[in-house]
Each structure stands twice: as structure tokens, then as C-alpha cells.
């Protein structure tokens, strides 16, 4: 469809100029070179993009026509029964509410704990506000794994092992989303503004409640769409901390799925990881332009 | 990133230096209130593990009986483990095969999608899909397209009459499965890491270059690669820290093809990566004093990478 877009697309203004001010050769270098181009992203985007293909190509196929030869190119019609199969497999929807739970209370905590103290750190000054803030640049370096084994025994210890409490406590604040929000609030939240406030009376939680949270919703939109897709995502920790195997999150289901039946049932393990994209897909539909364009911004500040 | 430390924040209360005493001390209250969450949790679950996970690695310890001393026979035992110095050889090797090709190909994609006027934002989308979806689900349509049976890579070259590769099964194969994988998921979010940095280069530099007759070639070498090496250090150190600590990738895409351990790595443990060989240590072994040996390892090969990485890029910008 792109491609058709590109080349037909009818010239516009200035390229109908400068072919009346050029040389006929060299315009034609320059269209050919823009249709090379845009053929060589379309590439790329179809590169992109095929693996989901693929897998609706394995999800809608049985496991025998899967293994036949030459592979299926275009989609079957078997997704209804590798899907019937997929739910009597695992507790599909069980563990998709339990990564819905996890990752939906670990946003609002993120996005409530970590802005609050970015606010902290971006307008106000107080005793011991650098070397804690050089101490939360530090620990943005620490690797999970040196803290994996001791973070083990104390939640063992505690009891959380097995339950989602050990997923969702320790994420709920974070130093990256605190230090992202504090650039953004430096900029986007005007001191005469909270002068303002503070004349008028108003306690440090309305300040940061009225004034500071309305001016930085977008900000707030980035670290949210940010931290529920890689809360969705996260697999490692939930396979050590969730020990009892049929209560777990959508990512580590899927892997049991693909450890005991991906040698056998094809069809019915990549129906599972093709349905389990389905949320987070949505979410980045919606949140796309803005997680993109941020994130991007964050890379080259 | 770098900016963080040294911007001067703009104080709305009065400065600390002006309000002394208790009274001042006081006044400051709901300040430190409101940053403890985030200390809190790092205490109870960052700083205490990673000093017990020193202490672990000077003890011998399955996690439930008594701890026993063992001095430095952890790390001694560390430099002398073969299958630890063979999974440090994995992980790089893997690295490298996906890292140089994504650089490579993010940069190009990047500069494409600067010239390019239309559908910029279609493309963007398009490219950055890869990187939000989870692991586990695009490691198991990986393993299905590096299937030996009935994969499409082996098909693709059965039709052009090239022999099949057990891809998942030989130690090359294993390395090209995993670093396809991640040049695939990281590729496009690169590429638009470098485009927000092309796009920061004023025009009127492209133009200066144009009149002084430099070809498109030379333009990107004396005037694009040194404005773009801030970026090209922010990607490649995010690379590096990543990759080295690449885990669900082997993970999920070898756990079926080998029968002893979910962390084997796949035959010939050829796709055990050094957090792999963490999690087995630990896990599967109820190693835990050793696990922690692993673990301060691989941390000072990933904080070793990240200085020469570091140091690289920096002395190329002073020449």
C-alpha cells in the first residue's frame, strides 16, 4: 500500500519548480533515488513486520500441516480449534488478569511515587538533596542479577514468594522513571506558578496535586504506557519469584506453554504468543506518537 | 543524560543555608517524606541484597541450611570454572553478532528516514513495533522460524539449493538464532534513537558541505558521524549493558531442546549466556554462595565492557 503511496503520489509545488529550473538528467536521478529509497524502507518495515505474520500463518495451521512441506505461506483456518486447545493447555485468562493486576498496580504506584519525588528533586532544595540525588544515579547502574539471590530469601522470608506481592513491591518505585520526570518538571512547571500557590496558602500535596500533576500529563503518559509494557513484558524475576505454576503472569505461562508442548502442538503454543501481543499492541497503538517521540528526546538529551 | 548533575534546579522554598536549626530541620519534613518511598525500596530491596550477595559469595550456602565461611574458594573456584569462562565467550560472541549489524543497520535505516519526506511517521511506528513486544513471545516464533524441520529459514535455502542448517542445534546456528533475534527487536528502536539525533544537525552544515563538494559519502563521515557521537555512545552503551545480560532470548528459544535444565543453553550449552549460567548456578543447583561468585563476575564483565566501550568512542572524538 506504501509503496504505491510513494511512487504514484502526485508532485507537488516545489518539485513541479525546480524541474522547470533543472537539467532533465538530473531529475531523474533524484525521483529514482527517492523511489530506491522508499522501496528500501518498505523492506525494512515488511522485515519488521513478518514475524506477526508468521505467526498468525502458524496459529491459524494444525501441527501436521505446519510440518509439511512446502511451508504454508498464506493463513489457514484452524485458529478456532488451536485456540480451543490453547485454553484447555493453560489458564489463559487467569494469567493474563494476574500480568493485568501486576502491571496496572505497579503503573500507578511508578507514576505516584515517582513523581512526587521527582517534584521533590526539581523544585525544591533541602539539606542532602545532591548526594541523594547522585546516590539515585548510582543505583539506576546496579544489575538485577547482584540483588536476584538476597531478594529471593528476603521475600521467602517474608512470605511473597509465589504471590504477585513479590512482583508488584519492589517495582513500585523506580530511579529511571524519578529522574525522567524530574527533567521534564524542571522544564514544564513555571516557579510563579508555585510562588503563586504557596502565597495563596496552599500545602506542599496541593502544590504538587493542583499545580505540578496538571502541567506534566504528558510526561506522565510516557512513564505510564513506559512502565506497563515493560512490567507486561518482564520474565525473568516472575520465573524465579512465582513458584507455584499454576498461578502466574501471562509471559511465564506462555513459556511453560512453549516447554511442554512447543515440540509437539505448534499451532496451539504460537496461538498463545500471538493472543498474549494482542494488549500490549493496543497500548502502544494508543500511546505510539507519544512513547516513540519521548523516548527518542530522552536518548539525545 | 549526562546534564543531570550539574543544572542548577530552581528553589522555591528558601535555601537550605537560610533556614538553620531544628526549626529549619523541621520545615523540610514533608521533602524527605516524599522521596523515602523510592529509598525505602531500594534499601530493603536494593542495598541490603547487593551487600548479602557479597557476603554470599564468601559462604557456601543451599539457601536453607547453615551458612558456612569458604573464604575466597567461591571466586577462586570462578577463575578456574571453564563453563563460566565459556559462557563469558558466548554472551560476546552473541553480542557482537547482534550488536555490529544493528548499529550498522539502525544508522542506515536512520539516515534513510531522514531524507525521506512522507510517511515518516508510518515508518516510525512501524520500526519501533518490534521492540515492545514481549520476549517470550517473539523468541517462540523465532524458534519456529529456525526450525530444523519446518522452518522458513531452512525452506528459503532448501528453494535456492543450499544445504539445511540444524539451526537450533549447532553452536553457530544457536548464536545466529539468538542474535537475529535481537537485531530484530532492537534494529528500530535504534534507528529512531538516530534519527531524533540527525535531526538535531542544523541544515545549514549539509549545505556548507554541499557547496565545499563533498559527495554523500564524505558529507556522512566529516560532518554526520562526529555531531552523531553522543548517540552512537548512548546506543552503544545501552547495547552493551543489555546484551551482555541477555537472558529470556536463550532462554525461552533453547528450553525445548535439551532435557536437562530450562538455563542449559541448548546442546552443547553453545547459547548459555553468563545470566543463564547465573540462574542455573543458583536455581537449579541451589548454589547460592557460588550464584553470588557469578553474579559480581558478570558484573565486572559488563562494567569492563562499558568503560572500553566508553573509552573508545571518547578518544575517537578527540582526534
Known sequence: MATTHGTRRPRTVRETRSIRGTRTGRIRGTRGRGIALHAV???????????????????????????????KLLPGSHFPENVRHLFAAVDFFGSMLNSLLVAGSVTVLVLFFDSLAAFVFAKFAFPGRRPLFALLMLIFMVPAQLAAIPQFVIMAKLGWIGSMTSLVVPASANAFGIFWMRQYMRGAIPDELLDASRIDGAHFLRQYWHVALPVVRPGLAFLGIFTFMSQWNDYAWPLIALTNPDNVTLQVALSQLNGTHGTTDYGMVMTGALLALVPLLTVFAIGARQIIGDLAKGAIR | MATALDGKPSPVLADPSAVRGKRGRRAYWHLYAAISPFYLLFLCFGLVPVGFSLYLSFHRWDGLGRMEWAGLSQYRYLLADSDFWSSIGNTVVIWALATFPMVFLAMVTAVMLNSAVRFKNVYRFAYFLPNVTSVVAVAIIFGSVFSTNFGLVNALLQAVGLDQVAWLNTPWGIKVAIATLMTWQWTGYNAIIFLAGLQTIPGELYEAARIDGAGPVATFFRVTLPLMRPVLLFVLVVSTVTGLQSFSEPQVLLQNTANESAFSGGPGH????????????????????????????????VALFSIVNWRLVQRRGEE
Open chain 2, 270 to 301: 553453545a547459547g548459555r549466556t553468563m545470566v543463564l549460567y547465573f540462574f542455573q548456578q543458583t536455581f537449579d543447583n541451589n548454589d547460592f554462595g557460588y550464584g553470588a561468585a557469578v553474579a559480581w563476575g558478570i558484573f565486572l564483565v
Open chain 1, 41 to 71: 524502507l518498505v523492506l525494512g518495515l515488511l522485515l519488521s513486520a513478518f514475524p506477526f505474520y508468521w505467526a498468525v500463518i502458524m496459529s491459524t495451521h494444525t501441527s501436521s500441516e505446519i510440518f509439511s512441506f512446502p511451508p
